[in-house]
């Protein structure tokens, strides 16, 4: 089992930033990739953004390249994503999810956390 807990999310004018953070903790937490998806029901989750736990290697959707960073803390098992000039559109609820490798797609995830909301506000 994998644990992923999701934080910082919150409430922010458009043109403003939030930092996400997700803290990995289990069996083979620290392998494989770590991910963000996005939510606003009645749409589908929407891949964001992807690291490789031990490459490092990353992958971003084209709406928030530029604009969001992807990152990783070995140390501390966790992964944060930094949001910079975040717009109305942005407005979500964000997961942490955990695959096996490097991959956009949803269905390769297989640990989920509990999302946090983020609101932009224009």
């Known amino acids: 089992q994998v644990q992923l807990v999701e934080s910082g999310g919150g409430l922010v004018q458009a043109g403003g930033s939030l930092r996400l953070s997700c803290a990995a903790s289990g069996r083979t937490s620290s392998s494989g990739a770590l991910a963000w998806f996005r939510q606003t029901p009645p749409k589908e989750r929407a891949f964001v953004a992807v690291?490789?736990?031990?490459?490092?290697?990353?992958l971003y959707a084209d709406s928030v390249k530029g604009r969001f960073t992807i990152s990783r803390d070995n140390a501390k098992n966790t992964v944060f994503l930094q949001m910079n000039n975040l717009k109305p559109e942005d407005t979500a609820v964000y997961y942490c999810a955990r695959a096996g490798h490097v991959t956009v797609s949803v269905n390769e995830y297989d640990y989920w956390g509990q999302g946090t909301q983020v609101t932009v506000s224009s």
């Open positions: 690291i490789g736990w031990n490459t490092g290697r990353t």
